[in-house]
């Protein structure tokens, strides 16, 4: 039994790494789980795999959900053997090695397309596996995603009492600061910096 060695790196988290081992057997949608687990993801967001060359140009794109709605002409067009476009593939379908065609490949992970956590996946060694051992697992583990941090006042700042809850908001919207005469206002005169500066 083969196994399949990747090491994951991210060039925006300090210290990040993880080592995985998986079978060639498995799909891309097995590695999208394992690499959820182990960097700690809050599943549920969208992710893609992209298949890359040694100079990490994506070449294949295999997604968690296609989004795309092909049409005949679009489908004919991904047909064309001249056409470089090739159409995106489910991580549920396809299996690692179906798609692994160098001794260090490379893939790209992207989860989140709004935060676009991004991750640099290579595959550093095919060796024995051990028939004992539950694959795919994470082998090795440094660094974490930055998770922002909840800002929780403390204690002593907040009001204990109706009463010095409305001193707080009187502090804070007295009328001296709300009272303006509305004649003053002139919106076509613009705004002039040198008043303010």
């Known amino acids: 039994m083969l196994i399949y060695k990747f090491k994951v790196i991210s060039d925006e988290i300090d210290n990040f ?6 079978k060639p057997g498995h799909t891309f949608k097995d590695f999208h789980d394992m690499l959820n687990d182990c960097i700690k993801f809050n599943p549920g967001e969208m992710a893609s795999f992209y298949i890359c060359d040694n100079k990490w140009n994506k070449l294949q794109e295999i997604s968690l959900v296609n989004l795309e709605e092909q049409d005949e002409s679009s489908r004919d067009a991904d047909d064309n053997p001249e056409n470089n476009v090739r159409p995106v593939k489910m991580m549920s379908e ?11 490949q490379r893939l790209i992970y992207v989860y989140d397309f709004m935060k676009m956590y991004t991750f640099y996946i290579e595959l550093s060694k095919i060796t024995e596996g051990d028939e004992k051992i539950t694959y795919p697992r994470c082998l090795k583990s440094a660094g974490d995603i930055q998770k922002p941090k909840k800002i929780i006042p403390k204690n002593e700042d907040m009001p204990e009492s109706a009463e010095e809850f409305d001193e707080l908001e009187e502090d804070l919207f007295s009328d001296d600061d709300t009272n303006f005469n509305e004649d ?3 919106p076509g005169d613009g705004f002039e910096e040198n008043k303010y500066i």
């Not at 790494?17 to 998986?22: A, D, N, P, S, V």
């Not at 396809?94 to 260090?104: A, C, G, H, T």
């Open 17 to 22: 790494y993880r080592e995985i081992e998986i």
């Open 94 to 104: 396809v299996k690692l090695k179906e798609s692994i065609n160098d001794p260090n």
């Open 184 to 186: 003053e206002l002139n």
